[in-house]
């Protein structure tokens, strides 16, 4: 018996049909017509767009949670996921369903340099900026101010009262008249970057004590002083030590600094050595000059002024990690009026400024050296000395409000609250010419030793481009073609 003729026609429009549907469904996604296209789906692994964090041992298998919420939860960091790109788009915003569990920080990253897998972070969420502050722009500047101050908080110059998170500031044009050259013993330990405001004259003036314990390593001696200003170098002078024929440490030697026809602003001048250069005196004319972030106090094993180095510093930081690499260097340090005892060595040891603090700076106290300290301000020898060459950075231990802090420049999306703790977050970037896959890093510090996690339930990634009309279509077919020419 023969089929009718309309289900003849029909059994053959019929897989035409569903391949031209199936044809335009795909040409919507990577071509369409407002210039958006989005997913949205429960983060448990099933989407394409999306995959879940790595590596295992830092999160959870995606799916049914044992508390009966479906997505990943993250317990370590760093992790990295890859993301799937539906065509030519210019920018890229990720959304997250995300409840944090003693983690007040997050950020997210775009992997920009596969060589160096350098990525660009974006702040994600931030327990202290979640209540108390209001997002505002003012001059120029975005970032958050205190809930009770006005719009213009934001643009304060009083460096004392303002943080940064993922966003920079404008060189300040600081110069101070010279003072009188003063001399500081110190014992300290491989790389410092010594931040300075050059005399009104335009110079830059320093002198070294600096000493080589350890000439029997190979390759020998190499150490260098470099000058720059944000990330342009300015100068750069190499470090030599007399006497390479034995193997014993080398004579305490004099290196000096002077360079002139500097504009106003604030220069970091970087000592680049291995842990077995000592820089045992520092001279300078220079009114403010600090260390920082890290400060590497030493020993002064084979010197020969054994006990004049220097325990006793003042500084901005608030927060600061101790550690210690030597039984020798077990001590109690003392931040302000708050102390930590070093029970260990090679264990990171965390210092909070106490309560009432946390406006004004304190003294740092050590009983010895061979300890190693980071902060998130930075030191001086004396206070008069003291200064901030940058706002503090907003890190997971930070306090904004009850550190004095009236602003914090940030391009943080405000979170959107949700139910029983749930908070939906975003973060955006500007995508690369052409690129199949993007690889992206999701930041938690502190979430180890804070016991913490880190849930997501739900993602949605919105990609974005002009709308198409005629030269925007061929300006699209233009890039795919190119990017899949790339792809071969």
């Known amino acids: ?57 830092r999160v959870t ?52 340099d596969e060589e160096a897998f350098s990525f660009e972070m974006e702040p994600l969420w931030s327990e202290a900026l979640s209540s108390g502050w209001r997002r505002v722009r003012a001059g120029g500047r975005e970032g958050y101010v205190r809930q009770d101050l006005t719009d213009d908080a934001l643009l304060t110059q009083d460096y004392a009262r303002l943080m940064v998170w993922q966003s920079e500031l404008d060189i300040p044009s600081w110069s101070d008249e010279p003072g009188e050259w003063r001399s500081y013993d ?37 150490a260098a002083f470099r000058l720059t200003r944000r990330d342009e170098t300015l100068w750069t002078e190499a470090v030599s030590v007399s006497g390479v024929a034995d193997n014993r440490p080398s004579k305490a030697f004099e290196k000096t600094i002077d360079i002139p026809d500097l504009a106003p602003g604030v ?114 020898p004396e206070a008069e000395s003291l200064f901030y060459p940058a706002p503090r950075r907003l890190t997971a231990d930070a306090d904004p409000l009850a550190e004095g802090v009236v602003a914090v420049l940030t391009p943080l999306v405000v979170p959107e609250p949700l139910e029983d703790g749930w908070w939906r977050v975003r973060s955006s970037w500007t995508l690369p010419a052409s690129q199949d896959t993007l690889r992206l890093a999701l930041g938690l510090p502190g979430i180890v030793t804070r016991s913490g996690a880190f849930d997501i339930r739900r993602a949605e990634m919105t990609y974005r481009r002009p709308p198409l009309s005629p030269s925007e279509w061929w300006r699209a077919i233009r890039r795919e073609l190119s990017a899949a020419w790339k792809r071969l």
Request: charged share 25%; glycine share 8%; aromatic share 10%.
């Open 1 to 57: 018996m023969r089929l009718p003729v309309w289900s003849r026609v029909l059994a053959i429009l019929l897989p035409w049909s569903l391949a031209i549907g199936l044809l335009g469904w795909v040409v919507s996604l990577r071509f369409p017509i407002d210039g958006v296209a989005r997913f949205s789906f429960t983060f448990d692994g099933s989407s394409p767009w999306l995959n879940p964090f790595q590596p295992g041992e």
């Open 267 to 380: 220069y970091r001048l970087s000592f680049l050595a291995d842990d077995d250069f000592f820089i045992r005196t520092v001279s300078t004319p220079a009114r403010r000059w600090v260390i920082g972030p890290r400060l590497y106090v030493g020993d002064t094993v084979g010197y020969e002024q054994a006990d004049a180095y220097r325990t006793q510093w003042i500084t901005n930081s608030h927060h600061l990690v101790a550690e210690t690499f030597h039984k020798e260097g077990l001590q109690t340090v003392r931040l302000g009026s708050a102390p930590i005892e070093l029970r260990r060595t090679h264990t990171p040891h965390p210092l909070d400024r106490a309560a009432g603090e946390r406006v004004q700076p304190v003294e740092l106290r050590l009983e010895k050296g061979s300890i190693r300290l980071v902060g998130d301000g930075y030191f001086a």
């Open 186 to 222: 110190v014992s300290l330990r491989g790389t410092h970057d010594f931040h300075v405001v050059p005399g009104t004259d335009g110079y830059l003036r320093f002198r070294f004590v600096l000493q080589d314990v350890n000439r029997a390593r190979d390759p020998k001696n190499r």
């Open 61 to 112: 298998s995606p799916g049914r949670q044992p508390e009966g919420w479906t997505g990943q939860r993250i317990i370590g960091e760093p992790v990295y996921s890859s993301a799937r790109l539906p065509g030519a788009y210019d920018t890229l915003e990720i959304a997250m369903e995300v409840k944090p569990l003693r983690q007040p920080l997050a950020e997210l990253g775009l992997l920009r």
